[in-house]
């Protein structure tokens, strides 16, 4: 089976594990954390076979951002918000959006889930099934 490696969330430092890609090997999801602030860089596409590894590490983001908003960390962004780079994403389908958007509802308070390069599906089905959703903002569209 081939393996992916996948970094550890985490702000300023990363530990790589092994993950598994899908079993036809035709999907592939690498996810970094980003280095200045509470946010992940990923690549790869975002589908049946990677959706558990999304679920995961975004799960992963929103909790790391509510632990560092309480210990007032310093590379949190504006009122807590976390960041997505996404440049290197090829592909999300909507169920993946879904996982997302859920992330985002998940946040407290008047923080953002602030999406960088998302790819053109992932803004269709957000503008389609969450056309409201404040807590997720999109920029270099």
Known sequence: ???ILEEQVGVGRAAARPVASSPQGSAALEVSPLTD???LRAAGEV???TR???ERELERLVGRADDAVRQGDGVVGRGGDVY???SGVTFVDVAGASVLALAAQRLHGDRRMVLDQPPPALR???DLFWPDAAAIEVTKC
Do not use: I, Y
Request: charged share 20%.
């Open 1 to 3: 089976m081939p393996r």
């Open 37 to 39: 602030k509470v946010g």
């Open 47 to 49: 589908s049946l076979s």
């Open 52 to 54: 558990t590894v999304w």
């Open 84 to 86: 997505l780079e996404l």
């Open 124 to 126: 269709r089905a957000l």
